[in-house]
């Protein structure tokens, strides 16, 4: 992956070590550079706890918050630092502003002092990782800025020839503009990583982005991530991940006879379907028996529900036949209602993650996609689906995700302008006018790598489930729900006319 | 009146250092000669422990720790005159009455 010379060490951050091709350079100083609230002191923080946890030691000097408060607040991600502390794998150098004391500058001084602690730290337990949380409070404390600019940059060498691979974080005043404030990029310039904190359509969207490690090579661009509870720093690295999957010929049952003749023999294993159609027309009870045969067959099935309710769901099924209640106490099944609203898309897909590593299905549903889109930006919206595709491919997971479409007749959702390139399948579900009576059609737009019906098929919901019929043969413009219909007659008329052209026949019987 | 206690951290023996013990030598002997005072001086790169304990930032840094107020000062503490200023010294007459509350 990296070619070059330069060593790595790898952070433990879930995700940044993928982007940063493995790590951050090894025994080098990264400046770390964000505004307010951008999870700057969480970073530095993880990146020490990340370190303890590969059993290398680390050294945490604060300028900001107190030693009492990090440990108070940092708990809540799982990182016991007093233990810590005790057994010697985190030490602070403590320069947090102390109340009430005012401190009086007479004449010229340096920094030696802060760098003899910080030297006895490392040395004092061996220190291999270093955090320094953050630059900017320094300057606010003292005033020469000539004289601290000079010490960061001996403090800096310092830490490179103590060996230690070291974060200090930055201030930065805006999202896009000077890398930090009071220009101290200038002498901690080689690697510089920027966290976000976005405001995108009245959405709050955090992303990392490496702007430079010198000499050797890190992945592009801005990755989304999410701070959540007992973890810390979670990075989702889109690109890295993308679409390498291995595809198996091996096929699975939709739980619909007629539905996997049509896809030429059922689904496959491990690709996506996507379901779209207007409310009502049986999405949900596509999913349902999706996930009822999975469980026929002895395969763990897990459902995510993000429109209707647990008890709504279940009575459903049971409408059609299906005991999910029966399912889920055998341990084939597991339905996780969830209201999208709630959390971020970011947030959401680690949880859907966590769900399914903890379950192991063999198939997955997703009912629906449309309501998440609600909870996002467009391209929070399409990383999500990108991420959470593959990592059910990557699981080789049957998984089928429906998306409802906003108008009644024809038309497509903005879903599926943005997923359907990712699906592998895409079954659509119409209202069909026909002589002032609504009726519902089935057809299978794609199958990757397979050969499938196009028919446009009558299909009806009763107490047993969906029923597939025959092909709509005196109407068109259904897709687009602009309507045509045609008299039989004129459809046998236009059959004899091409069979007398070519010598073969075109209205198929069926 | 109290004690005059007073700390001074220095890293090493700099040009800086140098000044600002002069500076306290001077101050110690001629301005406080009838004080009872009492000067420690620390080099943190031998005892990096103690500037922990401190919290010490810039040095050199001269802590006054009684007779309150306590003060706090960086530099290499340019003039006497300055330096007695700031550290509330000879202590005036009412600061015995100070001392007692």
Redo the contacts between chains.
């Keep these: 992956m990296c070619a070059d010379h330069i060593e790595r060490l790898p952070t433990g951050i879930t995700g940044f070590d993928h982007i940063a091709n493995g790590g951050l350079p090894k025994g080098r100083t990264t400046l770390v550079s964000g505004t307010a609230g951008s999870a700057k002191t969480v970073f530095a923080a993880q990146f020490l706890a990340a370190g303890i946890k590969r059993g290398e030691p680390g050294v945490f000097v604060t300028f900001e918050e107190t030693p009492e408060a990090l440990r108070r607040n940092m708990l809540g991600f799982g990182w016991d630092i007093a233990r810590w502390e005790a057994e010697g794998k985190w030490a602070f150098v403590d320069v947090s502003p102390q109340p009430e004391e005012e401190i009086v500058e007479l004449g010229t001084y340096d920094l030696g002092a802060l760098l003899a602690r910080i030297e006895h730290a490392v040395r004092s337990i061996g220190a291999v990782r270093l955090s320094l949380d953050s630059l900017g409070a320094i300057f606010t404390r003292l005033n020469d800025t000539r004289v601290v600019r000079n010490e960061l940059l001996r403090i800096v060498s310092t830490l490179r020839r103590l060996g230690v691979t070291a974060v200090l974080t930055a201030e930065r005043t805006q999202e896009y503009g000077e890398i930090a404030r009071y220009g101290v990029e200038e002498f901690v310039s080689d690697d510089v990583v920027i966290l976000r904190n976005l405001l995108e359509d009245e959405k709050r969207r955090r992303t990392v982005e490496i702007l430079k490690f010198r000499g050797t090579s890190h992945q592009k661009g801005s990755f989304p991530f999410t701070v959540i509870p007992g973890e810390g720093i979670h990075v989702i690295p889109l690109s890295a991940i993308e679409l390498k999957q291995r595809s198996s010929n091996v096929r699975t049952t939709s739980g619909n006879a007629e539905l996997d003749r049509m896809c030429g023999g059922g689904f496959f294993r491990d690709s996506i379907v996507l379901v779209s159609g207007a409310t009502g027309t049986g999405k949900t009870l596509m999913a349902t028996t999706f996930m009822a045969a999975g469980v026929r067959q002895k395969e763990r099935s897990l459902l995510f529900a993000f429109e209707e309710s647990r008890d709504q769901l279940f009575r459903n099924a049971i409408g059609w036949g299906i005991d999910f209640e029966q399912m889920e106490r055998d341990g084939l099944l597991r339905v996780v209602c969830n209201y999208p609203e709630v959390t971020s898309l970011e947030d959401q897909l680690i949880f859907m993650k966590a769900e399914i590593e903890r379950f192991r299905p063999q198939r997955v549903a997703v009912d629906s996609l449309s309501a998440l889109e609600r909870v996002s930006t467009v391209k929070g919206f399409r990383e999500f689906v990108i991420g959470l595709t593959s990592f059910i491919k990557h699981q080789e997971m049957a998984g089928l995700y429906t998306s409802t479409t906003p108008t009644l007749l024809g038309g497509s959702s903005i879903t599926e302008a943005h997923i359907s390139t990712i699906t592998d399948s895409i079954i659509l579900l119409r209202y069909v006018e026909l002589f002032g009576e609504m009726r519902r059609g089935l057809t299978v737009l794609k199958m990757r790598g397979s050969s499938h019906d196009k028919d446009i098929r009558e299909f009806t919901i009763d107490s047993r489930g969906m029923h597939i019929g025959r092909p709509f043969r005196n109407i068109s413009g259904i897709l687009s729900g602009q309507f045509t219909h045609i008299a039989p007659s004129e459809i046998e008329r236009l059959s004899a006319m091409f069979r007398d052209e070519e010598g073969t026949e075109t209205a198929e019987t069926n | 009146m109290s004690k005059i206690v007073l700390h001074l ?4 023996q ?1 040009p ?1 250092a140098e ?2 013990i002069n500076t306290l030598r001077q101050m110690l002997e001629h301005d406080l000669a009838g004080y009872e005072c009492e000067l420690t001086i620390i080099d ?2 031998a005892d ?2 103690q ?2 304990d401190q ?7 001269l802590i006054k720790s009684s007779p309150p107020p ?9 003039s006497v005159a ?2 007695l200023n ?1 550290l509330n010294l000879p202590p005036k007459t009412g600061s015995s009455m100070i001392n007692k509350e």
């Design positions: 951290y220095i890293a090493g700099t800086r000044r600002a943190v790169l990096p422990q500037a922990e919290k010490i930032l810039a040095t050199p840094t306590y003060r706090r000062i960086i530099g290499d503490l340019s300055d330096l700031v």
